[in-house]
C-alpha cells in the first residue's frame, strides 16, 4: 500500500519531471502492471521519468533511454537495444545479458574495462 501511495502523491500535481526509485518492489502483480502501464502513459504525454530499478525487464518494457549504473558509475548509455547491441550478447539477447556483459568487463578502480580500453 506505501508504494501505491507514495507513486499517486508523486504523480498528483501533472509534474514536467517525475523520480521513481523502485516502483514496482513489493506490489501484487497486477499492481505492477498499472505502475509501469502509468508510467509510459506519463513520458508518452512528454513527462520525463527517471526510473530507478533492479528489474530489468521492466526498463525493457517502459524505457527509451537506458544507464547501467556499475558501483557508482555510468557504464553503459543508450537505447535498450543500443546497450544490448554494444554489449555484443547476440541475437535474442535481453537487457540483463547486456548488463551482465557491461559489468562484468569493467574494473572501476582503474577506470577501464579489463581489455584494457577505458
Known sequence: MKQKTAFIQSVLHDPDVLFLDEPTS???PRAART????ITEFADTGTTVFLSTHILPVVEEVADTVGVLFEGRLVAEG?????????????????????????????VAAGATAEGDG
Open 79 to 107: 537505447t535498450p537495444d543500443e546497450v544490448k547491441e554494444r554489449a555484443e550478447t547476440g541475437a535474442g539477447s535481453t537487457l540483463e545479458d547486456a548488463f551482465l556483459a557491461v559489468t562484468s568487463d569493467v574494473d
Open 35 to 38: 505502475i509501469r502501464q502509468s
Open 26 to 28: 513489493g506490489l501484487d
